[in-house]
C-alpha cells in the first residue's frame, strides 16, 4: 500500500490497477487516500467476489472492479475504456479534441500540433497541456497544477513548473516571451487561452 501510494505521487502513471489484499494495508483505504489528490482511473483486481466488497470498493472510489480470475482480453478492454474515459475533457467535448485557434490537442491519440504541424511533447508536457486544457481560460494556481500533474508531494516545487512551462513555450508559441497560449497569471498560476 506505501509503495504503490509513494509510486502514484512520483510516477503520475494514466491508470492504476489495484488489489484489495495487500500486505500493508487495505486496497479500499489506498483507493480513498488516492481519492483525496487525483483523478486518475483505477481499476480494482479482487478475488473478493461478494457484491458488498465491489460496492465498497467502487463508493471509495474505483472506476472499475474486476474478480479473479479473469481472462486477460477482458482486462485489457476494461482498461482501454478506463483510459478513454479518463481521456475525456471536462468541458464534456464528445471527441476528446480541443481546439483554440492554431492549436489543436487530440487527448485521445495524445497527439499537439499548432499550424498544422505535429509537435512531440513528452508524457510530462501532454499532462500539463491537458490539465490546463481541461479548463480553457481558467486559472490553475501553481499548487493546482503541481498536485494534478506531478502528484501532491510536489505542491510546493515551484521550478517544476516554471521548467515545464518554459519548454511548453518553446514548443508551441512563434515568440514564447509574447505567448498566445500559455497565459502567466503573476503571482497565482497559468491558464490557457480560450
Known amino acids: 500500500a506505501a509503495d504503490g501510494l509513494r509510486e502514484a505521487r512520483s510516477r503520475t502513471p494514466d491508470l492504476i ?3 484489495l489484499g495487500l500486505p ?9 487516500r488516492l481519492r483525496e ?11 473478493r467476489g461478494q457484491e458488498r466488497d465491489k460496492v465498497a470498493a467502487l463508493d471509495a472510489g474505483a472506476d472499475d472492479y474486476l474478480t479473479k480470475p479473469f ?3 477482458e482486462l485489457l478492454a476494461r482498461i482501454r475504456v478506463a483510459l478513454r474515459h479518463a481521456a475525456r475533457p471536462a468541458t ?5 479534441v480541443l481546439h483554440l ?17 505535429d509537435v512531440h511533447l513528452t508524457p510530462r508536457e501532454f499532462r500539463l497541456l491537458t490539465a490546463l486544457g481541461a479548463h480553457p481560460g481558467r486559472v490553475f494556481t501553481h499548487e493546482q497544477l503541481l498536485r494534478e500533474v ?19 513555450r518553446q514548443k508551441l508559441e512563434r515568440d514564447p516571451s509574447q505567448p498566445e497560449f500559455l497565459h502567466t497569471e503573476t503571482g497565482v498560476g497559468y491558464r490557457l487561452r480560450d
Not at 506531478?150 to 511548453?168: E, F, K
Open 17 to 19: 490497477l489495484l488489489d
Open 24 to 32: 500493508d494495508g487495505d486496497g479500499i483505504d489506498v483507493t480513498r
Open 37 to 47: 489528490w487525483t483523478a486518475t482511473p483505477i481499476l480494482v483486481l479482487s478475488a
Open 71 to 73: 481472462a486477460v482480453g
Open 92 to 96: 464534456g467535448e464528445a471527441d476528446g
Open 101 to 117: 485557434g492554431e492549436l489543436t490537442v487530440d487527448r485521445v491519440k495524445r497527439r499537439v500540433s499548432v499550424r498544422g504541424d
Open 150 to 168: 506531478w502528484g501532491p508531494g510536489n505542491a510546493h516545487q515551484h521550478h517544476y513548473l516554471r521548467v515545464y512551462m518554459a519548454q511548453l
